[in-house]
Nanobody, 127 residues
Framework: EWQLVESGGGLVQPGGSLRLSCATS????????VSWVRQAPGKGLEWVSG????????YYADSVKGRFTISRDNAKNTLYLQMNSLKAEDTAVYYC????????????????????WGQGTQVTVSS
């Protein structure tokens, strides 16, 4: 079955950095667009970033543009999110997820927009 396992979250001070990873298996990772989404306390699902299957095209929410970088290593079936200049409002559980639709990689913000996702990894930004 499809598996996506997020890791790399933790507690970091404002202005700090974290690198999230999503290890996948059970499907041809290189054939699929993938996104990072997050869910903060008291908020709904928020799309963060997306990357096309080949890695050539990337997309970012305005709230993270210039601070986060999405990338993938198709040889390792792994998705990454480098997060710099972290803010308190970045605190959330982060998930990697596979969108259903070709346009979902650039903004899908409902769980029903995704076929698969992992267990999530907690990111807490606090001083």
């Amino acid at each position: 079955e499809w598996q996506l396992v997020e890791s790399g979250g933790g507690l970091v001070q404002p202005g700090g950095s974290l690198r999230l990873s999503c290890a996948t298996s059970g499907f041809t990772f290189s054939s699929f667009d993938v996104s990072w989404v997050r869910q903060a306390p008291g908020k709904g699902l928020e799309w963060v970033s997306g990357i096309r299957s080949g890695g050539a095209a990337t997309y970012y929410a305005d709230s993270v543009k210039g601070r986060f970088t999405i990338s993938r290593d198709n040889a390792k079936n792994t998705l990454y999110l480098q997060m710099n200049s972290l803010k308190a409002e970045d605190t959330a559980v982060y998930y990697c997820a596979v969108p259903r639709d070709v346009n979902g990689v650039n903004g899908a913000s409902e769980w029903d927009d995704y076929n698969y996702w992992g267990q999530g990894t907690q990111v807490t930004v606090s001083s």
